[in-house]
């Protein structure tokens, strides 16, 4: 079923489904109406009946019973009955619709008066003392009247409701239509989007109902994705450059030896230096494995309880054991061991340090590193810093592109692939990283974890 259709038929059910209550709501109070009102007559009846019969100013029964038979409003289908104290008849008009029990006497006795129906038939027992004689009168008749006009009522009530009914779902058609009108516009226009065109954005409008909600956010799910295929393109076309350049000269290299001679040392050189780019190109390759494992979704890493501390002396211990010649100075604030705690993936963050550690004394005069380890209310702050050749300040946010590198890498081995993995995986941790970098201070990097 459609939606135009489901919302037809919600619309037109809850407008019916209210119309009905409504319709029987206005018939129950009628009928009410229509039974009080008979049965206040009725009592009238029955009060004149006992002011005439047994009351002071009395008439006899047979000038009563005329009276009754030529009265213009006398009730359809009428009886009087009135019962003496001893429960003894004491006049009856003669109909003898009705049969009356000792127990009904006693309680129109007790109660004072008595309402109920036996069928159409509406009837009143009341209690009528006149000179201390409690008399019993009942009065009873059927309310053909207004009993025909309630159920013409109650057939119009039904009528109209039918044909509302019937109006609602013309209208509710018609309603839906227009209110899904501007989705049909939407999905016109998603059906033009393709790859090609993905700079193309749906109109938003000036309202701010769902609909301009809706197109707002399909339009920012557009620019992620154009972002994500503009990135993606300026990945393979920097990745294809910097796996060309030593895959070329690996083969070139190797060409060469071929035309050589066959002198060891020449050989022993030239594969020496094609085992140096391979291992580049190796290292390249598992940077780029990292970073695409890293762009996944950060649902699926596993997270657990990091010590920072603890982690930095293993990387401490690490580090020193693969770069001998390079200084590395950590400080730690004098805290409790429960605030340098975050909420972490070890490995990850273990790859995101290194990287920023490697970096720092690569680009350092002296080799030399400073870290810093601060703990703070609601994070750990990390700061990295070095001494050295100092980062432009146009460039501060390309370096964490990949394959960028600022002006002052010249010279310097590396692909532009450690920091933008650096930037993910503290972005995976909900963190953030800042640099700063000036001749007098030199360049520092601010890693901020949440506890």
């Excluded at 002006?407 to 650096?422: H, K, S």
């Amino acid at each position: 079923m459609s939606l135009r259709n489901r919302l037809t038929l919600f619309f037109t059910t809850i407008v019916s489904v209210a119309l009905a209550l409504f319709c029987l709501l206005l018939y129950l109070v009628a009928e009410r109406y229509r039974e009080t009102e008979f049965q206040n007559r009725l009592r009238a009846e029955a009060l004149t009946a006992g002011h005439l019969l047994v009351g002071r100013e009395r008439i006899g029964p047979s000038l009563y019973k005329l009276m009754d038979k030529n009265q213009l409003t006398v009730l359809p289908d009428e009886e009087i009955i009135i019962y003496n104290g001893k429960n003894q008849l004491a006049y009856e008009s003669g109909t003898d619709y009705l049969t009356l029990t000792e127990a009904m006497l006693s309680q129109i006795r007790k109660k004072k008066q008595v309402n109920w129906k036996k069928g159409d038939r509406q009837i009143v027992g009341l209690l009528f003392i006149d000179d201390q004689i409690p008399f019993v009168i009942i009065a009873s008749a059927v309310d053909t009247y207004n009993l025909r006009t309630i159920q013409n009522f109650a057939k119009l009530l039904g009528l109209g409701w039918f044909l509302m009914t019937g109006l609602m779902v013309v209208a509710g058609r018609l309603f839906a239509g227009r209110t899904l009108q501007p989705i049909s516009q939407i999905n016109r226009q998603i059906d033009d989007i393709t790859a090609l065109n993905l700079s193309h954005r749906l109109p938003e409008g000036d309202q701010a109902d769902e609909l301009a909600q809706l197109a707002h956010r399909f339009n920012r799910m557009l620019n992620r994705l154009e972002d994500a295929f503009r990135l993606q393109r300026l990945f393979v076309s920097h990745a294809s450059h910097e796996l060309r350049t030593p895959l070329t000269a690996i083969t070139g290299q190797l060409e060469v030896s071929l035309l050589a001679d066959d002198d060891p040392d020449e050989l022993r050189a030239t594969i020496r230096s094609v085992l140096d780019d391979v291992r580049g190109l190796n290292r390249m390759t598992n940077g780029l494995l990292a970073l695409t494992n890293a762009s996944m979704d950060s649902s699926t890493v596993p997270m657990g309880t990091v010590h920072i501390d603890t982690l930095f002396e293993q990387i401490r211990q690490e580090f020193q054991r693969l770069h001998p010649d390079y200084t590395l100075q950590i400080s730690l604030a004098d805290v409790t061991k429960t605030h340098w705690q975050v909420l972490g993936n070890e490995s990850l963050l273990r790859t995101a340090f290194v990287n920023l550690l490697d970096n720092a004394g690569k680009f350092s005069d002296n080799h030399s590193v400073s870290v810093s380890l601060l703990s703070e209310v609601a994070s750990v702050q990390v700061k990295v810093h070095n001494t050295g050749s100092v980062i432009p300040a146009d460039q501060l946010t390309a370096i964490f592109v990949p394959f960028q590198r600022g002006r002052n890498a010249g010279g310097q081995p590396g692909y532009g692939i450690g920091l933008p993995l650096t930037e993910r995986i503290i972005q995976i941790h909900k963190g953030t990283i800042e640099v700063e970098s000036s001749t007098e201070s030199g360049t520092t990097f601010t890693v901020t974890l949440p506890h």
